[in-house]
């Protein structure tokens, strides 16, 4: 007969599941694979983890760099190549960097200086101040206060004075 369903057609050609098994197989083995990587790379993790409570051991010092001897003769290097370093530099260079490192020096100077001066008189000023500030603060909140309430007092003194 003419129309055909699909049972018939099926009879006819036999499904091809060798390439579906392969396939399937394959795609099982890849995913034991990546199975096998996590388990191993979380079995890593946790004897990470396990082996940082313990103590780990520090690289030994190294005697020759330890020694008097050694440290003194690389402290007269490194003097020797600044001192080279600053002979390339022109006199005006060598100029500014030392104002800078004495504006810097008096500075940190003068600071130090002001917080171990501060006398009884002068912490009691500070505070006035700082508490006078606070005061002009809230009241310049206070007067930043509704527009309608300011014009309500413009008012009230325009009516009083004509009055």
């Given at each position: ?21 392969s396939v399937m197989q394959t795609h099982k083995l890849e995913q034991q694979n990546r199975y096998w990587e996590l388990q191993a790379s979380l079995s ?16 030994p010092l190294n005697p020759l760099t330890a020694s008097k001897s050694h440290q003194e003769l690389h402290k007269e290097l490194r003097m020797t190549h ?82």
């Amino acid at each position: 007969m003419g129309v055909t369903h699909g049972k018939k057609r099926d009879l006819q050609h036999p499904p091809e599941t060798h390439l579906n098994d392969s396939v399937m197989q394959t795609h099982k083995l890849e995913q034991q694979n990546r199975y096998w990587e996590l388990q191993a790379s979380l079995s890593q993790l946790q004897s990470e983890e396990e082996s940082s409570n313990l103590i780990r051991p520090q690289k030994p010092l190294n005697p020759l760099t330890a020694s008097k001897s050694h440290q003194e003769l690389h402290k007269e290097l490194r003097m020797t190549h600044q001192r080279v370093h600053q002979e390339r530099k022109t006199e005006l260079q060598r100029a500014l960097e030392k104002r800078k490192w004495e504006q810097r020096v008096k500075a940190s100077r003068d600071q130090e200086e002001a917080k171990r001066n501060r006398s009884p008189l002068n912490q009691e000023l500070l505070k006035r101040q700082q508490r006078l500030e606070k005061l002009e603060r809230h009241k310049g909140q206070q007067r930043e206060g509704p527009e309608f309430l300011q014009v309500k007092e413009r008012l009230r003194r325009t009516a009083v004075l004509d009055g």
